[in-house]
T-cell receptor
Framework: GAVVSQHPSWVICKSGTSVKIECRSLDFQATTMFWYRQFPKQSLMLMATSNEGSKATYEQGVEKDKFLINHASLTLSTLTVTSAHPEDSSFYIC???????????FGQGTRLTVV | GENVEQHPSTLSVQEGDSAVIKCTYSDSASNYFPWYKQELGKRPQLIIDIRSNVGEKKDQRIAVTLNKTAKHFSLHITETQPEDSAVYFCAASGGSARQLTFGSGTQLTVLP
């Protein structure tokens, strides 16, 4: 299967600071990526869809100025949580969309804890 | 948009028994229905999927059935083992929406 690398796998930061999460596809290229968020004991919820070379599309209730997405290339997308607060503590997972393959390819996930 | 409902939220079975988890979806345009197993702190792991042109698919102890008319699909695990204990999610995608919409999850516990 396709290889997706997401890091860091976990991060602890102070309230008010920013955290960047990277997601790379190692053996394929794709134009579209999905970022999901999963709170403890809850399901995965789509936060935003990013396309290489264009602005990301955010789901209702997700602040675009707080969760900055940079889809710089066909193999790299980053999510920056700006001015993080404890309520942003969650598990963030990226998923690359390969148009010719319906299966989703997830990163390992990033456990963010804001203290 | 798509809405996926999943039941039950928790399920306990004795080792060797079968487990069934059910999901319903709302968007008739959805055509891809994967099931994931997720262990604590890890990414979802695809265990089986089915597309809308198929009614049933089986892979060893795991099977999935799809009823397009009723818009529901089910996961069946036979001869359960303690290592099957995890959270299971159903999901749906398709039509103009390639992102996955997940069900709420089922915590499966297999008792030895």
């Amino acid at each position: 299967g396709a290889v997706v690398s997401q890091h860091p796998s976990w991060v602890i930061c102070k309230s008010g600071t920013s955290v960047k999460i990277e997601c790379r596809s190692l053996d394929f290229q794709a134009t579209t990526m999905f970022w999901y968020r999963q709170f403890p004991k809850q399901s995965l919820m789509l936060m935003a869809t990013s396309n290489e070379g264009s602005k990301a599309t955010y789901e209702q209730g997700v602040e675009k100025d707080k969760f900055l997405i940079n889809h710089a290339s066909l193999t790299l997308s980053t999510l920056t949580v700006t001015s993080a607060h404890p309520e942003d503590s969650s598990f963030y997972i990226c998923s690359w969309d390969r148009l010719l393959n319906t299966e989703a390819f997830f990163g390992q996930g990033t456990r963010l804890t804001v203290v | 948009g798509e809405n996926v409902e999943q039941h039950p939220s928790t399920l306990s079975v004795q080792e060797g028994d079968s487990a069934v988890i059910k999901c319903t979806y709302s968007d008739s345009a959805s055509n891809y229905f994967p099931w994931y197993k997720q262990e604590l702190g890890k990414r979802p792991q695809l265990i089986i999927d089915i597309r809308s042109n198929v009614g049933e698919k089986k892979d060893q102890r795991i099977a999935v059935t799809l009823n397009k008319t009723a818009k529901h699909f089910s996961l069946h695990i036979t001869e359960t083992q303690p290592e099957d204990s995890a959270v299971y999610f159903c999901a749906a995608s398709g039509g103009s929406a390639r992102q996955l919409t997940f069900g709420s999850g089922t915590q499966l516990t297999v008792l030895p």
